[in-house]
């Protein structure tokens, strides 16, 4: 259970829009990672949060998982492919730790 800390609704006015981003390009960078165990405990996948920098959507966030582990070799593929592409936007072609991809800029 988590402390709400004496959250009352009725003083704070809620979010407006949790549509999805249209199709376009947008400025964005990665603002967390981490590795988290599957469901099913038989693989693993890094976390993304990615955070738009620039235009009307700046500040919204998206999350991304990619299964670096898998018994599925296509999940693997297909994680691989994306995260092959991230680094080679922010120009981190060989990262040690996905923290070295933090707060650079993405298209």
Known sequence: MADLMGFDANQVEPAKDFSPLPSGDYVAAIVDSSMATTQAGTGQYLKLEIQILEGQYQGRKLWEN?????PSAQAVEIARGTF???CR??????????VELH???MR
């Open 66 to 70: 990619l299964n670096l582990q898998n």
């Open 84 to 86: 092959s592409a991230i």
């Open 89 to 98: 936007s922010v120009n981190v072609l060989t990262p040690g730790d996905s």
């Open 103 to 105: 707060n650079l800029p």
